[in-house]
Each structure stands twice: as structure tokens, then as C-alpha cells.
Nanobody, 118 residues
Framework: QVQLQESGPGLVKSSQTLSLTCTVSSGSITTVPYYWSWIRQPPGKGLEWIGYIGYEGSAYYNPSLRSRTSISRDTSKNQFTLQLNSVTPEDTAVYYC??????????WGQGTQVTVSS
């Protein structure tokens, strides 16, 4: 069973960059054909897919967030990272990393709360 753990600051100021890391164990982020995603859930709202980085290293983003989002990876550490620029209080959410194939998610991290202060 793949295990994922999110880490990063729980509080970010408006206009700054949110940066989160997902550390993966019991599995490799280069394993075919998995896609490693970031997903968030704002308070009182549903899940929102942010983007993913594939096993081959290509990243794809939600069009509504693309201009502010970057997902990268460090294969030596078996980690992948989310950067979301120019955050506002509307980016306050629980952020999850997850892995799966073709839009399904087989394993999730426990989630980490990120609050953006105005």
C-alpha cells in the first residue's frame, strides 16, 4: 500500500506563495502508469483537482489555476511539490496529495490545512 504524507506551512499570507510537499513511501513516483495529484477542499465546498505530475514527469493543471500553479518532483527523495502563487483567502483549504490512474485515486494523504490570511 502506497503511503503519502503532505507537509508545509499551515498559514500563508495573501499574495505569497503556498508550497507543499508530498512524501511517498512504499511506492515510487516513477512507477508506470501512476499520476500524482494535488487536490483541495475549501471549507464548506467540494473537492477541487489542482493538477498532477505523471510518472514520466509531465505536469498538467486545472485550467482555472494553471496561471498560478506549478507541480514538480524530486525522484531522489520520492517527493512531489505544489507551488501556488499569489494566494488569497479563497485558497484556504485542506490540501491533499493522492495517486491513481486515469482520474481515479487509489491512495490519499491525510490532508493538511492551509489558511491564507488577508
Amino acid at each position: 500500500q502506497v503511503q503519502l504524507q503532505e507537509s508545509g506551512p499551515g498559514l500563508v499570507k495573501s499574495s505569497q506563495t503556498l508550497s507543499l510537499t508530498c512524501t511517498v513511501s512504499s511506492g515510487s513516483i516513477t512507477t508506470v502508469p501512476y499520476y500524482w495529484s494535488w487536490i483541495r477542499q475549501p471549507p464548506g465546498k467540494g473537492l477541487e483537482w489542482i493538477g498532477y505530475i505523471g510518472y514520466e514527469g509531465s505536469a498538467y493543471y486545472n485550467p482555472s489555476l494553471r496561471s498560478r500553479t506549478s507541480i514538480s518532483r524530486d525522484t531522489s527523495k520520492n517527493q512531489f511539490t505544489l507551488q501556488l502563487n499569489s494566494v488569497t483567502p479563497e485558497d484556504t483549504a485542506v490540501y491533499y496529495c493522492a495517486v491513481g490512474v486515469a482520474g481515479t485515486y487509489d491512495w490519499w494523504g491525510q490532508g493538511t490545512q492551509v489558511t491564507v490570511s488577508s
